[in-house]
Nanobody
Framework: VQLQASGGGLVQAGDSLRLSCAAS????????MGWFRQAPGKEREFVAS?????????SYASSVKGRFTISTDNSKNTAYLQMNGLKIEDTAVYYC????????????????????WGQGTLVTVSS
């Protein structure tokens, strides 16, 4: 499975961006997608996740809840991260990742649980 993340860019605080993550190759029918981010000098952190068979499974880091929305389009094998009300502290390289069927809720936010990773897309939020 190959993941191609796109949609990053330079925006001002308060603006919106939509990131995409297109999957290709031998993608399973059921999978989970996660978005993580890594700011300069910081560890990679969980942002949002969802299982493609259950839109209600979406979960978010507290720092983005209410501002970001994760979704999938199964017909396109693509996941999205709609980011509204961007803040300077959202500046980071955003990575998408794909996993299987989680056994525990904590799997969604565990970067070590995911099998495949995209290359990352840079989001820079200026004041």
């Amino acid at each position: 499975v190959q993941l191609q993340a796109s949609g990053g860019g330079l925006v001002q605080a308060g603006d919106s961006l939509r990131l995409s993550c297109a999957a290709s190759g031998r993608t399973s029918i059921n999978y989970s997608m996660g978005w993580f981010r890594q700011a300069p000098g910081k560890e990679r952190e969980f942002v949002a996740s969802i299982s493609n068979w259950s839109p209600g499974s979406a979960s978010y880091a507290s720092s983005v809840k209410g501002r970001f929305t994760i979704s999938t389009d199964n017909s396109k094998n693509t996941a999205y991260l709609q980011m509204n009300g961007l803040k300077i502290e959202d500046t980071a390289v955003y990575y998408c990742a794909q996993g299987g069927i989680p056994h525990r809720l904590s799997d969604y936010s565990d970067l070590n649980w995911y099998n495949y990773w995209g290359q990352g897309t840079l989001v820079t939020v200026s004041s």
